[in-house]
C-alpha cells in the first residue's frame, strides 16, 4: 500500500524521510568535492590525545587502519583543544599529511596554522557543518523563546498580565553567517514563511536566501530585521561584532540570538541595552568567558535567557563526528572529498 505524503514531505520536498527518534544528518557532506593542489597519502591514523574506540571505530569504517603514533603515521583524529600538544606531534612527526579537529569553531588552533602555513600539508578539516541540525534547532528554539517572552514567563513567581509575545510568521530574519548552521536555521525556518537576509564575507547570493550582504553592510541591514541570528565563525573579522552602534541600530522589538561564539558580542553593551528597555530580547548560548561567571550581570539581565552553550550535547555530536571522521578516512583513501576543509587563512 502506497503512504501518503506526510505535511513534512508536502513541505519539505527531497528529505530523506523515517529518522531514527534523535538522529541527526550532516546536511553538509553531500557538497564535498575532491580537492585540488597537494593531496594526503593514505595510511595509518593515529587517534589522540587520547584513545577512543568510538572515534577508532569511525576510522576503520573508513577503511582506514588505526595505529600508535610512529614515524608511519600519515594522518591524525584530534580531541580536544590543546593546540600545544598537537604542534608538538607535528613537529616530531613531519610525515602527517592530514588533521582531523574536533570542533566546528577552530580559533583556538590559530597559532598552529600560522606557524605550518608555509607547507602545503598538512590538510586541516574540522566538524563545521556536522552540528548545523542540532545547533540550528537550538537557535530557532530561543528566537521563540525570546519572541514569546519565555525568559522573563519563566521567573515568574505568580500569574502575569496582560498576556504578551508576538508571532514569528512573516518576520525579517537576520543571518549572520553562511554555512551548515544558517542553512539549516533556513530550512527550520521556512513553515514560518519569514523573508532571510544573509551577511557573509561575500555578497555571493545564498541559495534560499532572500538576500545576501557583505560583512561591510551589517549597519544598512540592521534596522529592518526582527531577529538577529549569529552563525558566524569566530575570526578577528567577526569579534565584537554587534556593539553599541549595532544594538542601537536594532529595533527596539527586535530578539538577538547567539549560538556562535561569545566573542562576537560585546556584552558589556547588550546588558546595558536590554536594561534600558532595548530589544524584545536575547537568547545566548554562549557567552565570553565560558562558564560565564555566577554573578555576572547577564543572568539577570531582563529579558534574557542562557543556556550555558549546550545547543549540541555530546550524545548529539558524537555519533555526528564520528561520521564525519568515517567520511575524511574514506576520502583519503578514495578520491579526496573531505569534507570540512579549513582554511587557515581565513580561520574557519
Not at 534523535?22 to 553538509?28: F, N
Not at 545564498?206 to 541591514?221: F, K, Q, S
Not at 543572568?299 to 575524511?328: F, G, K, Q, Y
Amino acid at each position: 500500500m502506497n503512504r501518503a505524503p506526510s505535511l513534512r514531505d508536502a513541505l519539505l520536498p527531497g528529505i530523506q524521510p523515517h529518522r531514527r527518534p534523535g538522529e541527526h544528518r550532516d546536511p553538509v557532506a553531500v557538497t564535498a568535492r575532491p580537492i585540488r593542489g597537494a593531496r594526503p597519502v593514505a595510511g595509518p591514523v593515529a587517534v589522540l590525545p587520547f584513545d577512543s574506540e568510538a572515534f577508532a571505530a569511525a576510522v576503520r569504517a573508513g577503511g582506514g587502519e588505526v595505529a600508535p603514533l610512529d614515524e608511519n603515521t600519515r594522518a591524525v583524529v584530534w580531541l580536544n583543544l590543546d593546540c600545544a600538544a598537537l604542534g608538538a606531534v607535528l613537529e616530531q612527526h613531519p610525515a602527517i599529511e592530514w588533521v582531523q579537529l574536533p570542533m566546528a569553531g577552530v580559533e583556538s588552533f590559530s597559532p598552529l596554522f600560522d606557524s605550518q602555513d608555509d607547507r602545503p600539508l598538512p590538510l586541516w578539516t574540522s566538524a563545521k557543518g556536522s552540528f548545523a541540525e542540532p545547533v540550528a534547532e537550538h537557535a530557532v528554539a530561543l528566537t521563540l523563546a525570546v519572541l514569546r517572552g519565555i525568559p522573563e514567563k519563566s521567573r515568574s513567581t505568580s500569574w502575569a498580565d496582560p498576556k504578551t509575545g508576538v508571532t514569528l510568521y512573516g518576520r525579517h530574519i537576520l543571518i549572520v553567517g553562511a554555512g551548515g548552521i544558517a542553512l539549516e536555521i533556513m530550512r527550520l525556518l521556512a513553515p514560518f514563511e519569514v523573508s532571510v537576509t544573509i551577511v557573509r564575507r561575500s555578497a555571493d547570493p545564498l541559495p534560499g536566501a532572500h538576500a545576501t550582504v557583505t560583512t561591510a553592510r551589517l549597519m544598512e541591514v540592521l534596522p529592518d530585521a526582527d531577529v538577529v541570528i549569529l552563525a558566524a565563525a569566530a575570526t578577528g573579522e567577526t569579534e565584537l561584532l554587534i556593539g553599541p552602534e549595532q544594538l542601537a541600530a536594532m529595533k527596539p522589538s527586535a530578539a538577538l540570538v547567539n549560538i556562535a561564539r561569545g566573542r562576537l558580542i560585546d556584552q558589556d553593551a547588550l546588558d546595558a541595552a536590554l536594561r534600558a528597555g532595548h530589544l524584545a530580547g536575547a537568547g545566548l548560548d554562549v557567552t565570553t568567558p565560558e562558564p560565564l561567571p555566577d554573578g555576572h550581570p547577564l543572568w539577570t539581565a531582563p529579558r534574557c535567557v542562557i543556556t550555558s552553550h549546550s545547543a549540541d550535547t555530546p550524545e548529539m555530536t558524537e555519533p555526528l563526528l564520528a561520521e564525519r571522521i568515517r567520511a575524511n578516512v574514506a576520502a583519503l583513501r578514495g578520491n579526496g572529498a573531505f569534507v570540512g576543509i579549513v582554511d587557515p587563512v581565513a580561520g574557519y
